[in-house]
Protein backbone atom coordinates (compact mmCIF):
# COMPACT_ATOMS: atom_id res chain seq x y z
CA UNK A 1 0.00 0.00 0.00
CA UNK A 2 2.60 2.42 0.92
CA UNK A 3 3.61 2.04 -3.35
CA UNK A 4 0.13 3.12 -4.17
CA UNK A 5 0.11 6.47 -1.82
CA UNK A 6 3.90 6.96 -3.53
CA UNK A 7 2.50 6.88 -6.57
CA UNK A 8 -0.35 9.13 -5.63
CA UNK A 9 1.93 11.56 -3.81
CA UNK A 10 4.02 11.77 -6.80
CA UNK A 11 1.40 12.36 -9.29
CA UNK A 12 -0.50 15.19 -7.35
CA UNK A 13 1.55 17.93 -9.13
CA UNK A 14 -0.01 15.90 -12.70
CA UNK A 15 -3.89 16.23 -10.59
CA UNK A 16 -3.17 19.58 -9.54
CA UNK A 17 -2.58 20.81 -13.42
CA UNK A 18 -5.34 18.70 -14.95
CA UNK A 19 -7.47 20.23 -12.45
CA UNK A 20 -6.72 23.74 -12.96
CA UNK A 21 -7.20 23.64 -16.64
CA UNK A 22 -10.82 22.35 -16.11
CA UNK A 23 -11.00 25.31 -13.83
CA UNK A 24 -9.51 27.67 -16.62
CA UNK A 25 -12.31 25.80 -19.06
CA UNK A 26 -15.18 25.85 -16.98
CA UNK A 27 -15.17 29.19 -15.09
CA UNK A 28 -12.46 31.58 -17.12
CA UNK A 29 -10.56 31.89 -13.86
CA UNK A 30 -8.00 30.19 -12.06
CA UNK A 31 -4.87 30.28 -9.79
CA UNK A 32 -1.65 31.00 -11.48
CA UNK A 33 0.56 28.58 -9.54
CA UNK A 34 -1.12 25.05 -10.31
CA UNK A 35 0.42 23.49 -7.17
CA UNK A 36 -2.02 25.94 -5.28
CA UNK A 37 -5.08 23.42 -5.86
CA UNK A 38 -3.74 20.95 -3.88
CA UNK A 39 -5.28 22.80 -0.51
CA UNK A 40 -8.75 22.50 -2.73
CA UNK A 41 -11.05 20.05 -1.88
CA UNK A 42 -10.76 17.14 -4.71
CA UNK A 43 -6.87 17.25 -5.04
CA UNK A 44 -6.72 17.83 -1.02
CA UNK A 45 -8.68 14.37 -0.86
CA UNK A 46 -5.76 12.64 -2.84
CA UNK A 47 -3.70 13.95 -0.50
CA UNK A 48 -5.43 12.40 2.68
CA UNK A 49 -6.02 9.31 1.01
CA UNK A 50 -2.57 9.22 -0.58
CA UNK A 51 -0.58 9.77 2.98
CA UNK A 52 -3.49 7.49 4.79
CA UNK A 53 -2.05 4.82 2.31
CA UNK A 54 1.38 6.08 3.04
CA UNK A 55 1.18 5.62 7.05
CA UNK A 56 -0.39 2.03 6.28
CA UNK A 57 1.77 0.74 4.73
CA UNK A 58 4.75 1.92 6.19
CA UNK A 59 3.23 0.47 9.40
CA UNK A 60 2.42 -2.94 7.90
CA UNK A 61 6.14 -3.18 7.12
CA UNK A 62 7.70 -2.14 10.62
CA UNK A 63 4.60 -4.91 12.20
CA UNK A 64 5.71 -7.76 9.79
CA UNK A 65 9.63 -7.14 10.60
CA UNK A 66 8.65 -7.31 14.19
CA UNK A 67 6.21 -9.84 14.28
CA UNK A 68 9.34 -12.07 12.07
CA UNK A 69 11.67 -10.93 14.60
CA UNK A 70 9.73 -11.66 17.59
CA UNK A 71 7.69 -14.48 16.33
CA UNK A 72 8.53 -17.28 19.44
CA UNK A 73 7.85 -14.63 22.20
CA UNK A 74 4.27 -13.15 20.36
CA UNK A 75 3.45 -16.98 20.42
CA UNK A 76 4.56 -17.89 23.90
CA UNK A 77 2.64 -14.59 24.58
CA UNK A 78 -0.56 -15.54 22.95
CA UNK A 79 -0.34 -19.32 24.27
CA UNK A 80 -0.18 -18.04 27.56
CA UNK A 81 -2.58 -14.91 27.24
CA UNK A 82 -5.23 -18.17 26.07
CA UNK A 83 -4.44 -20.58 28.90
CA UNK A 84 -5.22 -18.22 31.29
CA UNK A 85 -8.86 -18.22 30.21
Same mark, same amino acid.
Given at each position: MSGVGAVLCCLLPLFASI??????????? +???????? *??? +?? #????? *? *??LALLFIGITGLILSFLQE????KISA #? #????????
Open positions: YQQSEANTWSS +WYTNANDY *ITE +WP #IFGIL *I *IAKYKD #I #ISDWFSGW
